[in-house]
């Protein structure tokens, strides 16, 4: 893995949190934690879509859109143990 697939990571991780922030109300974590929850998010939604049978392409907008969607489930889970 090169230079080059750690920034991709990053930027996807970066806009994949912060739309994830936008949607769940109250979610961000700013730059940094938003990178983390977009790459979390990258990786639940990785298991979790193909296992559903969603399939949403290749290229960086389908990484952004699987990112975005695994990081509101990480979110909304967040939200949820913060109320308990």
Known sequence: MG???IIVWLIVGAIAGWLAG???KGGGFGLLGN???GIIGAVVAGWLLPNLGVNLGGGILAAIIDSAIG???VLVVISLVRRT
Do not use: C
């Open 3 to 5: 230079i080059d697939s």
């Open 71 to 73: 990081a509101v489930i």
């Open 35 to 37: 990178i983390v929850v």
């Open 22 to 24: 936008l949607i769940v």
